[in-house]
């Protein structure tokens, strides 16, 4: 079978064909992989009294023993019904057992989770070469697969939503599938009953996700908090909020910082500052960006500001270093204020 384009995916998903024993689901998406196995997973095992059995394996533990694979293959279930092996993660060993059972899977079904694999990994070339292996790509939505995503759930679970709905999602959420899934979910379990969604109600559930990531993120990194920068810096990234917008974000967040500096140095309280601060920073927030004001001379805030800059211009001229530069910058931030 060989290898599906990625805009393929949905659709051979929505009727897959059992005629391969192998498939490997890939990309940088690991969301979408693992939605994908699971789809995979689900249909060929069936329900009812003809439903079969799922083992899975992890990549470490075909490491440790490679034979494992090729018993599970092997072995016949006591109540006949199909078996999937669904194998999470790659293993150096993978591609050895695959190459000595391939031939010998019969009705068994193995469903790999894979990350971002060259067109030159060994395990993608095995699979992609093979007549009874199919290769799935998964990669990061576009918006326009994600707005097919957001109609398609809603019209499912026949819940009506407002024009704006889509695009509200579409801000807020990243290109994450896993975590659009579990959005998706919540949303639709909260209109379960009146089967309608309107754009407030969207704002108020969803809509704090990417801000409360990123006000993390520039917290940590104004405060001086390497570990909880990188933690919530990860989360952003992976999750699809799109570097452009963490620059942008923390250059607004120091400019205005840099405001109320020189009202503090004009002679006023910092809480006083805050109290009438319009708009003002969420309660959450009020201790930590107290503590930035406290930390922050306005010297220092004006060589944070040039910094940002440098890194929007960099970042803007090489968009495939973008993730790096917004990483490196951060850090660097980071450690001035830790060292305040």
């Known amino acids: 079978m060989g290898a599906l384009k990625a805009h393929e995916v949905a659709r051979f998903l929505a009727r897959p064909r059992a005629d391969a024993g192998i498939f490997l689901a890939y990309g940088p998406d690991a969301g979408l ?21 799922v083992v899975t394996l992890d990549g470490g533990e075909i490491d440790a023993d490679p034979a494992l694979l090729a018993v599970e293959v ?5 109540f006949g019904e199909k078996r999937i092996i669904r194998v999470r993660g790659t293993s150096k060993s993978l591609v050895t057992t695959l190459k000595e059972i391939i031939g010998e899977l019969g009705d068994t079904k193995i469903l790999i989770e894979a990350g971002n694999l060259t067109p030159k990994d060994a395990l993608r070339a095995l699979v992609e070469a093979q007549s009874t292996a199919l290769a799935l790509p998964c990669y990061a939505d576009s918006d326009e697969t994600l707005n097919t995503l957001f109609r398609e759930t809603f019209a499912q679970h026949n819940i009506r939503i407002d024009p704006e709905v889509v695009q509200i999602l579409r801000e807020n959420l990243g290109n994450d599938r896993e975590i659009t899934r579990r959005e998706l979910e919540k949303l639709t379990l909260y209109a379960a009953d009146s089967k309608q969604l309107t754009a407030e109600q969207v704002l108020e ?10 006000d993390a993120i520039i917290d940590a990194m104004g405060t001086g ?6 933690i919530s810096l990860g989360r952003a990234l992976n999750s699809g909020v799109e570097a452009q917008r963490l620059l942008r974000s923390a250059s607004l967040h120091f400019a205005q910082l840099r405001q109320w500096r020189t009202a503090v140095d004009s002679g006023k309280s ?8 319009r708009p003002k920073p969420h309660f959450s927030r009020t201790a930590l960006v107290e503590q930035q004001l406290r930390l922050w001379s ?32 951060f850090l660097a931030l980071c450690m001035m204020a830790a060292t305040r």
Do not use: Y
Not at 74 to 78: A, D, P, Q, Y
Not at 225 to 230: C, I, Q, S, T
Not at 270 to 277: F, K, M, P, T, Y
């Open 33 to 53: 992989v693992r939605e994908t196995i699971r789809i995979l997973a689900t249909t060929f095992a069936g329900a009812g009294d003809e439903a079969g059995s």
């Open 74 to 78: 092997k072995t016949v279930s006591l």
């Open 205 to 214: 559930l969803c809509a704090d996700n990417g801000a409360t990531i990123v």
């Open 225 to 230: 908090h390497p570990e909880k920068l990188e």
């Open 270 to 277: 910092i809480r006083e500052v805050l109290a009438s601060a």
């Open 298 to 329: 306005d010297t220092a805030l004006a060589a944070v500001n040039e910094r940002l800059q440098q890194a929007t211009r960099d970042s803007r001229r090489q968009p495939v270093l973008s993730e790096s530069i917004v990483q490196r910058t």
